[in-house]
């Protein structure tokens, strides 16, 4: 629930933020010791089912979330840490060119949105994330993604939204030999450093 929401909860008296604030707070520790927990997300608060629950809760629903190939997570990565970015601009980071399925699929995900176009030939759509995507991944803000000196984004992403390992990319997402620089090339376990956020 957004803030706006919350508020209109309560109809006989004007609640201040701060006394919302609290409140929220008070009953995040009521919840502490039980199975879920209330949390901040981009979209507002919600109670959600701790992580150390789902090997129970996954008896109940043993349907498995879908898989995404590695080319979709990198293209994923490199626009939630460098928006807003061009399809032109992925293709240069990850040296092959972007199919437009892969777009469809962050876009029907509710992942990816167009945040407007580029001063340029042709104007290129500007991609960027969407409020869904940080829901999805229980972060309250862009800020929140692991730092990219640390570890690889595409393993960032699978451990924070994706049960299991990304499958391995097809034939055609793959860079061919002598396609990019030796320096741009993404090998099994290696992200460029160009997925840094813009304000590094």
Request: aromatic share 6%; net charge negative.
């Amino acid at each position: 629930m957004s803030w706006s929401d919350l508020r209109k909860l309560f109809t006989t008296e004007e609640v201040a933020t701060d006394d919302l604030r609290r409140l929220l707070g008070l009953l995040q520790l009521d919840w502490q010791d039980r199975g879920l927990e209330l949390v901040s997300v981009a979209g507002g608060w919600r109670f959600q089912s701790r992580p150390e629950m789902q090997r129970y809760l996954s008896r109940l629903d043993p349907v498995r979330p879908p898989r995404y190939s590695r080319a979709v997570l990198e293209t994923l990565a490199i626009i939630a840490w460098r928006q807003p970015v061009t399809r032109g601009d992925i293709e240069d980071i990850r040296g092959v060119t972007v199919s437009s399925q892969i777009v469809r699929t962050l876009e029907e995900r509710g992942w990816i949105e167009v945040l407007g176009y580029r001063d340029a030939p042709g104007r290129p759509a500007l991609l960027g994330t969407t409020h869904q995507f940080l829901d999805d991944l229980g972060l309250k803000s862009l800020d929140d993604l692991p730092p990219l000196t640390e570890v690889d984004a595409t393993e960032a992403l699978a451990a924070l939204a994706f049960d299991g390992e990304p499958q391995a990319a097809s034939p055609q997402d793959r860079p061919e030999a002598g396609n990019s620089a030796p320096d741009e090339g993404i090998g099994a376990n290696e992200i460029p450093t160009e997925y840094q956020k813009q304000n590094d």
